[in-house]
């Protein structure tokens, strides 16, 4: 074959493997399909953190104030969501309600997180007679229901915010601990961490640049269908009056005020209810998400 025909059959597959290549817009239709529920969502959730931030702009009404001329009002262009019994608008506790479930959620997974790697890394890493103490406080933590553990800790405590996420924290650090330890251990067999050690590097080098890294992903899809749980678990709290006080709003408390009025304004306990179940609801999506993004053997199919 001359130089000149082989030339123009290079050209010819090159062409043909180019337009063969998916296109920008395919794949994002080919990912939309693929995490549509996931796309779904984080869109849901990223509204629901928005309307708590921009609470005041978004309502004209006081969370806090009462008016008793306009108690028990149903569900309106005026009020969107009705008014409880003391005529506060629903719509304006709802938006402000998610503040306290939202930070506690966040704060208690971070806080639980960062304990629950330091203990699992040790343990993992160190192994021998740490390993063992620290997997049996863990067991002992893991034996108590950790709903039923987090409200002997706020019963203890006292009620609050800051009461509830480390309450809340305390009881979701085993859930990451023995997840990382069963990461480390995994990974201080690989040969790469062997010739770590063997040219010297240090424990906490090995650590921050082998270990650590290849832990993040299903540290990641753990911690985002931790953050659904403790959500639930915060609302739980708030409904059982263990969590933030009135009159401050805050969606378990609002279902459980609720609650003895369902017959006659279902409206009110409804419409914090609602945004606790599809708030769960669209962080368990997100992670599942990423589950399957994360995961390389469900990331193909």
Excluded: C
Excluded at 7 to 29: E, M, W
Excluded at 130 to 142: P, S, T
Aim: proline residues 6%; without cysteine.
């Amino acid at each position: 074959m001359s130089v000149a025909k082989l030339k123009d059959s290079n050209h010819l597959v090159t062409a043909t493997s180019l337009s063969k290549r998916p296109t920008l817009g395919r794949r994002l239709t080919a990912l939309r399909q693929k995490y549509e529920l996931a796309l779904l969502g984080g869109i849901f959730f990223a509204l629901v953190v928005l309307g708590t931030i921009f609470a005041p702009w978004l309502s004209p009404y006081d969370p806090i104030k009462q008016d008793i001329p306009s108690r028990l009002l149903t569900p309106s262009a005026i009020h969107w969501f009705g008014t409880d019994e003391s005529g506060r608008d629903n719509f304006t506790r709802v938006l402000y309600g998610g503040r306290p479930i939202l930070t506690t959620g966040i704060s208690s997974v971070l806080l639980a997180l960062l304990i629950g790697m330091g203990i699992g890394t040790a343990a993992g890493y160190r192994g021998g007679l740490l390993d063992d103490l620290l997997m049996r406080a863990m067991d002992i933590m893991l034996s108590f229901p950790t709903i039923l553990l987090a409200i002997l800790i706020v019963a203890s405590l006292g009620t609050g915010l800051i009461n509830t996420i480390l309450a809340i924290a305390f009881s979701l650090i085993p859930t990451f601990a023995r997840l990382v330890r069963s990461i480390v251990i995994t990974l201080v067999r690989e040969q790469y961490v062997t010739a770590a050690h063997a040219v010297g590097t240090s424990d906490w080098q090995i650590i921050a640049k082998h270990i650590f890294p290849n832990m993040i992903p299903p540290i990641i899809v753990q911690a985002t269908a931790t953050l659904a749980i403790a959500i639930s678990y915060s609302s739980a709290l708030s409904f059982l009056g263990l969590g933030v006080e009135p009159p401050r709003p805050d969606w378990g408390l609002m279902v459980s005020q609720g609650q003895r009025l369902i017959f006659d304004a279902i409206y009110i306990p409804f419409f914090p209810g609602l945004a606790i179940t599809l708030t769960v609801l669209s962080v368990n999506y997100i992670g599942d998400g990423l589950r399957d993004h994360l995961d390389p053997t469900l990331r193909n199919r």
